[in-house]
């Protein structure tokens, strides 16, 4: 079990949630408006109003990009009532996952953050990565991005006692993925396929209800590591490797100390020691309910999670409007 920290329990596991409700609750206002920037830039700025009410020396490691491409919560920044002097943390956040599933009232639009102690959470560039997840309780290293997607399905289905055919796999649904949808379909295998919001398709694997077996393809780099602190709270297995088009995203490699660039990254690479993840729904989705309004209330569905106790605690909130 992995251990406890002190700095982590100074800044309350509750408090995460209050961060992501009053993202999502400003973004929910925004929900099928058709306008992606303004909703997320809503999400953003409740989120940041919220971080710098809380008593910490906060750094994002993991944000909205780089400090010429978001005003707010941009990597890098500073964050929090006590910098300098409060306990130094490391925040990895997406204010709204899945701008556009909130632009067109889709399903599974969250607001997302991961806290854990300074360097525990890797310092990635934004840009793409490879990724591949799979639940708890199989053997280690079942999974592996060296492998084909053949031979990962093989290999976990063998681990289940099924045949490939009986793999459901989650797939962004993204014109780069069409070979590797068809390599899944060729093995039979059912595949849930996803406009956006990729953490919530990976969390989705751990939960026997979503009837999702794996988690295969690329998406964002930010979400991976997101993703991967939810994992470090509830069990399973991540495997990320970023993704380098140009020379330009090479340079913001070496930026953020990124030496090797062709790394596969485990999930204690991603996310070390003990960290929270927390989340709040905007619309309704396989992981939780979105806001609601009704009668002068609002109502919010999030989850939290700790990877020392591997406590998984729902929280329903009322909020007066």
Same mark, same amino acid.
């Given at each position: 079990? @992995?251990?406890?920290?002190?700095?982590?329990?100074?800044?309350?596991?509750?408090?995460?949630?209050?961060?992501?409700?009053?993202?999502?609750?400003?973004?929910? @206002?925004?929900?099928?408006?058709?306008?992606?920037?303004?909703?997320?830039?809503?999400?953003?700025?409740?989120?940041?109003?919220?971080?710098?009410?809380?008593?910490?020396?906060?750094?994002?490691?993991?944000?909205?990009?780089?400090?010429?491409?978001?005003?707010?919560?941009?990597?890098?920044?500073?964050?929090?009532?006590?910098?300098?002097?409060? =306990?130094?943390?490391?925040?990895?956040?997406?204010?709204?996952?899945?701008?556009?599933?909130?632009?067109?009232?889709?399903?599974?639009?969250?607001?997302?953050?991961?806290?854990?102690?300074?360097?525990?959470?890797?310092?990635? =560039?934004?840009?793409?990565?490879?990724?591949?997840?799979?639940? =708890?309780?199989? =053997?280690?290293?079942?999974?592996?991005?060296?492998?084909?997607p053949t031979e990962n399905v093989v290999a976990l289905a063998a681990a289940k006692g099924v045949a490939p055919g009986d793999i459901i796999a989650c797939v962004l649904d993204r014109p780069r993925h069409a070979d590797l949808i068809?390599?899944?379909?060729?093995?039979?295998?059912? /595949?849930?396929?996803?406009?956006?919001?990729?953490?919530?398709?990976? /969390?989705?694997?751990?939960?026997?209800?979503?009837? /999702?077996?794996?988690?295969?393809?690329?998406?964002?780099?930010?979400?991976?590591?997101?993703?991967?602190?939810?994992?470090?709270?509830?069990?399973?297995?991540?495997?990320?490797?970023?993704?380098?088009?140009?020379?330009?995203?090479?340079?913001?490699?070496?930026?953020?100390?990124?030496?090797?660039?062709?790394?596969?990254?485990?999930?204690?690479?991603?996310?070390?020691?003990?960290?929270?993840?927390?989340?709040?729904?905007?619309?309704?989705?396989?992981?939780?309910?979105?806001?609601?309004?009704?009668?002068?209330?609002? @109502?919010?569905?999030?989850?939290?999670?700790?990877?020392?106790?591997?406590?998984?605690?729902?929280?329903?909130?009322?909020?007066?409007?």
């Open positions: 079990m @992995t251990a406890a920290s002190q700095v982590l329990d100074r800044v309350l596991v509750l408090e995460m949630v209050r961060v992501t409700e009053a993202a999502a609750i400003a973004a929910s @206002t925004l929900v099928g408006r058709g306008d992606e920037k303004a909703a997320d830039a809503a999400a953003v700025e409740a989120m940041r109003e919220a971080l710098n009410s809380l008593y910490m020396d906060g750094t994002v490691v993991i944000g909205e990009g780089e400090r010429d491409e978001a005003p707010m919560l941009f990597i890098g920044e500073k964050v929090g009532s006590a910098i300098g002097k409060g =306990p130094k943390i490391d925040i990895a956040l997406d204010p709204l996952e899945g701008t556009t599933i909130c632009a067109t009232a889709g399903p599974n639009s969250l607001a997302v953050l991961a806290i854990a102690e300074e360097g525990g959470l890797l310092n990635a =560039p934004d840009v793409y990565m490879h990724k591949i997840a799979i639940g =708890p309780g199989y =053997p280690e290293g079942l999974i592996d991005l060296d492998r084909t068809a390599e899944l379909r060729g093995l039979g295998c059912g /595949i849930m396929l996803i406009g956006d919001g990729d953490v919530a398709g990976v /969390i989705a694997t751990t939960d026997p209800e979503t009837t /999702i077996d794996i988690y295969i393809g690329s998406g964002g780099a930010p979400e991976g590591v997101l993703a991967a602190a939810a994992l470090r709270c509830v069990g399973g297995q991540f495997k990320g490797r970023l993704i380098f088009r140009n020379d330009d995203e090479r340079a913001r490699a070496a930026k953020w100390g990124v030496t090797d660039l062709d790394k596969q990254y485990d999930l204690t690479e991603l996310a070390r020691g003990d960290c929270i993840f927390a989340a709040t729904g905007v619309t309704d989705g396989s992981l939780l309910a979105g806001v609601k309004r009704k009668g002068g209330k609002m @109502t919010t569905e999030s989850v939290v999670m700790r990877a020392s106790s591997g406590t998984v605690r729902w929280v329903k909130g009322e909020h007066r409007i």
